[in-house]
């Protein structure tokens, strides 16, 4: 029976795979949720048929990885072969007649890939980060409890001693003749250009773009010859080409995630059917700001045609009235993430030039919305509290909960001492550093923080911002 090996933020599960689909996302509906903020919903299917597993990611979604390149069609995997999507890293371990044709069953294994271990620390989301992340949800198990199984070690020969000796004369015979320039040209005392460059190939490879630029910074600094500053460019095109397709389908990543849950779900839930002008105009609203934001965007078809339906109904050339208000306050306060910024500014906008009744139900909205932020800020504040204390809830313990919850606090308050309170509360956390993911992540986010002073100094800080 073939078995699927998960290693994320440094715990590793095990499961049989059994014939058929499995769905795996961030989302309530994959069969394998996954902890990583950059992850979809619903990000790639894995099918097991005849003894052999395919990976299909969805698309519309950031590329999973095999070996630092992306996978975009269906793909056979191989014996062990590490498959990277977000933080997470799966493998496959095929037994004896299965797997591609020509092709051993390899060993169970226990430990997290190499390939994943240098990106343990990249924080993930669970209610959402950035990159320490909850604990998954479990899936097809060969339990309810699944548990990670040992093999014995079979004990094999090793290389001969000759074969090792040759290895190496050949190397050096090699540079002798071919490396004696190249090696020559850094001048840098301590600098080794053949070896920084093995370097950044292996980041490059695994998808560490940090550290491969720092790889670059060395050869920079570096005194070069002619071919050696060839070698310097070339390598420096390549990772800046990398950087803007990662950073391209991140974005395209994060405008899928908001379609789905801001606009298609909530048609689904609330306009299919007759729809009224208050949820009608909301959703107009957002139409109208994804299709500014993500023109491109693959599902720009669907959203001229929402609009086309529903413009009619919201009537946005019109001043909106309480109804309107009301059911927009609603959704900026009980929908996550919450927004109080934009709850307390729609109800100010209509106060503005709203009379008799409708002013006095505006001003109770006012209360009741500065009421609701209060409890929530001190509900939220336990919660976080809760789990960051791993002596006293250590079956709650996760800090990438507890540090997510300050951010939403951050960027969700509209009251400013509330708001710095959460802030003060964030940088003073070490994992705090998972910043760097939100910048690379979850680019929407960490703008919003950074219009808050206390983050934005201790980002600037950890050098994200200048």
């Known amino acids: 029976m073939a078995r699927l090996t998960l290693d994320e933020n440094g715990a590793t599960r095990r499961f049989k795979l059994n014939p058929g689909k499995l769905t795996i996302g961030g989302g309530d509906g994959a069969t394998l949720k996954l902890a990583s903020n950059n992850v979809a919903d619903l990000h790639a299917e894995?099918?097991?048929?005849?003894?052999?597993?395919?990976?299909?990611p969805r698309p519309g979604v950031l590329p999973p990885t095999i070996g630092g390149k992306a996978v975009t069609?269906?793909?056979?995997?191989?014996?062990?072969?590490?498959?990277?999507?977000?933080?997470?890293?799966?493998?496959?371990?095929?037994?004896?007649?299965?797997?591609?044709?020509?092709?051993k069953p390899t060993p169970t294994t226990t430990g997290p890939a190499k390939a994943a271990a240098r990106t343990a620390a990249v924080p993930v989301r669970a209610k959402v980060p950035g990159h320490v992340a909850q604990a998954a949800t479990r899936v097809a198990a060969e339990d309810e409890r699944p548990t990670i199984r040992y093999q014995r070690r079979e004990i094999k020969k090793g290389v001969p001693t000759w074969a090792i000796l040759s290895f190496f004369a050949v190397g050096i015979l090699l540079a002798i003749l071919y490396g004696g320039d190249l090696w020559g040209s850094a001048t840098t005392a301590g600098f080794n250009p053949f070896g920084a460059k093995v370097r950044f190939e292996e980041f490059w490879k695994e998808g560490d773009t940090?550290?491969?630029?720092?790889?670059?910074?060395?050869?920079?600094?570096?005194?070069?010859?002619?071919?050696?500053?060839?070698?310097?460019?070339?390598?420096?095109?390549?990772?800046?080409?990398?950087?803007?397709?990662?950073?391209?389908?991140?974005?395209?990543m994060e405008a899928t995630h908001e379609w789905q849950n801001q606009l298609e779900t909530y048609y689904r839930t609330h306009l299919e059917g007759k729809a009224t002008r208050p949820k009608a105009r909301l959703f107009v609203k957002r139409l109208l700001s994804f299709r500014d934001r993500y023109p491109d965007h693959e599902q720009r078809e669907w959203v001229d045609r929402m609009l086309t339906r529903f413009s009619g109904v919201a009537q946005l050339d019109e001043p909106s009235t309480l109804a309107d208000?009301?059911?927009?306050?609603?959704?900026?306060?009980?929908?996550?993430?919450?927004?109080?910024?934009?709850?307390?500014?729609?109800?100010?906008?209509?106060?503005?030039?709203?009379?008799?009744?409708?002013?006095?139900?505006?001003?109770?909205?006012?209360?009741?919305?500065?009421?609701?932020?209060?409890?929530?800020?001190?509900?939220?504040?336990?919660?976080?509290?809760?789990?960051?204390?791993?002596?006293?809830y250590p079956d709650k313990f996760d800090p990438a909960e507890s540090l997510e919850i300050l951010v939403q606090l951050v960027i969700g308050m509209a009251d400013p001492e509330l708001a710095d309170d959460a802030a003060r509360r964030l940088v003073q956390m070490p994992e705090v550093t998972v910043l760097e993911g939100y910048k690379r992540e979850r680019s929407v986010t960490f703008?919003?923080?950074?219009?808050?002073?206390?983050?934005?100094a201790r980002a600037k800080q950890l050098g994200l911002v200048d």
């Open 447 to 456: 703008n919003r923080l950074m219009e808050n002073s206390i983050v934005r």
């Open 73 to 103: 069609t269906e793909t056979v995997l191989a014996a062990g072969q590490f498959v990277k999507i977000g933080a997470a890293t799966i493998s496959v371990e095929y037994d004896e007649g299965e797997g591609p044709k020509g092709q």
């Open 210 to 252: 940090k550290g491969a630029a720092q790889v670059l910074e060395e050869f920079a600094k570096a005194e070069l010859n002619a071919e050696w500053k060839a070698e310097y460019e070339r390598m420096r095109q390549l990772l800046e080409a990398d950087q803007s397709r990662s950073s391209k389908g991140l974005i395209h």
């Open 46 to 56: 894995l099918v097991f048929e005849a003894g052999v597993a395919r990976l299909r």
């Open 325 to 392: 208000i009301q059911w927009e306050v609603n959704r900026f306060t009980i929908a996550k993430p919450r927004r109080y910024k934009e709850a307390f500014a729609t109800i100010e906008e209509f106060l503005g030039r709203a009379t008799g009744a409708d002013r006095d139900e505006a001003l109770k909205l006012k209360a009741e919305t500065e009421n609701s932020q209060k409890e929530l800020f001190e509900g939220e504040l336990l919660g976080a509290a809760i789990y960051y204390d791993k002596v006293k």
